[in-house]
């Protein structure tokens, strides 16, 4: 009989995880809160169509945010690429496909298809699924705001460069912060 290995005792150790912990997550809410005030508020001041597109700016940004910002920066600066490749190939399809026609579910079906051949054919399948994802959003809020929906992509780009961008920074500082504060 093989003998199992024995298993770490449940709270050894947490205490030194507190700190770091509490920083990633204050550092991660913040990160989300000014991506979504900056979108929200201060880019409103350049370009709006509406209230509640310049709400879905912000929850896109910070969905951004949250997706880029991890606990190193080299992880951060990997899920910022891969995001922004995700979205300016979304962002191409979308346009495109907007420029020439309306919202149609079949047109969805196409454009997620294609976006999936160009990363397959790329070498990057890790991307399929966040240009799935970013394709699906743009293309079900062109269908409810039909009026140019061609912005749309254009929209989201900004909104996903905003968030990349932050929470990109943000981790960054944060593990400055952390290594030089070590004894």
Do not use: N
Request: hydrophobic share 50%.
């Amino acid at each position: 009989m093989i003998a199992k290995p024995a298993s770490p005792r449940v709270g050894v150790g947490w205490r030194s995880r507190i700190r770091p912990a509490a920083v990633h997550s204050v550092a991660l809410a913040i990160s989300c809160l000014i991506s979504y005030w900056l979108i929200t508020q201060l880019l409103v001041h350049v370009y709006s169509l509406s209230r509640a597109d310049d709400l879905l700016g912000g929850m896109w940004a910070v969905i951004a945010t949250v997706f880029v910002y991890r606990t190193s920066y080299r992880e951060s600066l990997a899920a910022a690429l891969t995001r922004m490749a995700s979205t300016l190939v979304s962002f191409a399809l979308c346009l495109v496909y907007l420029l020439v026609t309306a919202f149609h579910p079949w047109g969805l079906a196409l454009l997620i298809g294609i976006g999936t051949l160009a990363h397959t054919l790329m070498g990057r399948p890790d991307e399929i699924v966040t240009t799935g994802i970013t394709t699906s959003v743009v293309m079900v809020v062109a269908a409810l705001s039909p009026h140019d929906a061609w912005e749309q992509p254009i929209l989201r780009l900004v909104d996903t460069g905003v968030g990349v961008g932050v929470g990109s920074a943000v981790s960054w500082a944060g593990l400055r912060l952390s290594s030089s504060q070590r004894p």
